[in-house]
């Protein structure tokens, strides 16, 4: 029987891996890579992507056309547990994947339980994907009128997410933004002086 050697996500953790997966596919093992989007988006273009300096397909990895053209198999769907007793990785719908050896790289994401958004105008950065979500609706609101986007959070990346904003909110056709950043105590509180005033 063929070890079984288990991805959880395609990001850069296991970008190596996914490689060179046809070679590990030659040597016996039957590799899986579990991701709830076929798809993994470069977090470090996002914010570009959102101000509409990139398009969705120039900052993403194909995973899924990846691991099976290297002759592994992908599994849509989200871990949600992981049995090490049993060996399986159980996803969000309940279906079990068994394992000899785990890798997780799953990445980081926002809560966002916190948040009461009936309207949909509540949008996380993390997954990636949701920036494409917050471009549209941004656009769609901002063609019909001046809109206030709050961004909560205080650090570089609040403001290359405002500065996105307020790139794709200049546009022709839509209204200008006002774009208010909420920090803790500071804004780019961890960094010197010099850049806190330049921010």
Not at 43 to 63: Q, V
Not at 124 to 150: D, H, Y
Not at 154 to 174: F, H, K, M, V
Request: net charge positive; hydrophobic share 40%; glycine share 12%.
């Amino acid at each position: 029987m063929k070890k079984r050697l288990v991805l959880i996500g395609g990001g850069h953790a296991h970008m190596m891996t996914l490689a060179h997966l046809d070679m590990l596919v030659e040597k016996g093992y039957a590799v899986t890579v579990i991701q709830p989007s076929e798809f993994h988006y470069y977090s470090g273009m996002g914010p570009g992507m959102l101000g509409g300096t990139y398009r969705p397909e120039e900052i993403r990895f194909a995973t899924r056309q990846v691991v099976e053209s290297k002759g592994g198999s992908f599994v849509l769907g989200r871990a949600e547990r992981i049995d090490p007793l049993k060996q399986i990785v159980i996803l969000a719908g309940g279906d079990e994947v068994g394992y000899d050896v785990l890798s997780c790289n799953v990445g980081s994401y926002v809560p966002f339980d916190m948040a009461a958004d009936k309207a949909g105008t509540c949008f996380t950065v993390k997954p990636i994907e949701g920036l494409m979500t917050a471009q549209q609706k941004i656009s769609e609101l901002s063609g019909q009128r001046s809109i206030t986007i709050a961004i909560v959070g205080g650090g570089p990346s609040s403001i290359e997410i405002a500065g996105n904003c307020r790139q794709l909110t200049n546009g022709s056709d839509l209204h200008p933004a006002k774009i208010q950043v909420f920090a803790g105590r500071k804004l780019m509180s961890r960094l010197p002086q010099r850049v806190q005033l330049d921010a």
